[in-house]
């Protein structure tokens, strides 16, 4: 059986226009082309493009995804390959929104008893939390993502996990200060905004066009989003207001 682009688009989730960019560079070409031009796809191309939407879920480029079909000779061990990073993905998921229960509960609590947070185990704020979640915006800046692999390059592992910490004590800071009705550009929140700045300054010097982009990643890319929403509804758009009003009030 076979079916035609526009059903698989439908079936997938994927746009044809994908599908056909797929086709162009030869990751997934069709099972045949009719005589009115139109792509058909038969069972063997919806298994694949199955395996390229779950690695395209775990982070895969495209360049990479072809690499994998190309060498994998056993179709079904490739997908249980697949199962299991996507099993450890899930994990890690399941982590990271316990991580932001216990995060929402004590922030609740101090806003409920009118106190500061209280941290008892630092570590648990950052159990199930990865580098590459809060960096992916970079993905969208080679030359700054270039720059910063160099640095961490140079870093000991006890020095990126320190760094990691430090990124994500600022995202819950954040989450802090916006539950407590701080303004994006209130004095707190641009103090924190500064700090994330002069760091991402470190590693290369940054334009205010580069770093608006930067901000407007926060919500437009989906990766990024995701990390800070993970922390809090709404962080993402509130870490881009605030990245906007220390543009304006410190960089024009």
Known sequence: M???????????????????????????P??????????????RQLLQL???????????????IARI???????????RGHRRRLVAERDRLDA??????RTIADLERSQKDGTPMTINRPENLFEGIQPDDVDASLRD??????????????????????????RTARMIRLAELKAAGHPADAEAVQTTVEEE????????????????AIARSCTENEQWSAAYEAIAPGLAAYQRAAM???????LS
């Open 244 to 250: 906007e009003a220390y543009a304006a009030a410190r």
């Open 30 to 43: 069709p099972a045949w082309i009719g005589s009115n031009g139109h792509r058909y796809y038969e069972e």
């Open 141 to 166: 800046f080679p030359e700054h993502a270039e720059a910063a692999r160099r640095a961490t390059a140079a870093m000991t592992p006890a020095e990126i996990e320190a760094g990691q910490r430090e």
């Open 197 to 212: 700045y002069r760091l991402l300054h470190d590693f290369r010097s940054v334009s205010t066009e580069e770093y608006l």
């Open 96 to 101: 990271l929104a316990a991580t932001v229960s």
């Open 69 to 79: 079909l190309s060498d994998q000779v056993d179709e079904l061990e490739a997908l």
């Open 50 to 64: 199955q395996q390229i939407l779950v690695l395209r879920a775990l982070g895969v480029g495209l360049t990479e």
């Open 2 to 28: 076979a079916w035609p682009i526009a059903e698989v688009a439908r079936m997938s989730g994927v746009t044809a226009r994908t599908l056909r960019h797929y086709d162009e560079i030869g990751l997934l």
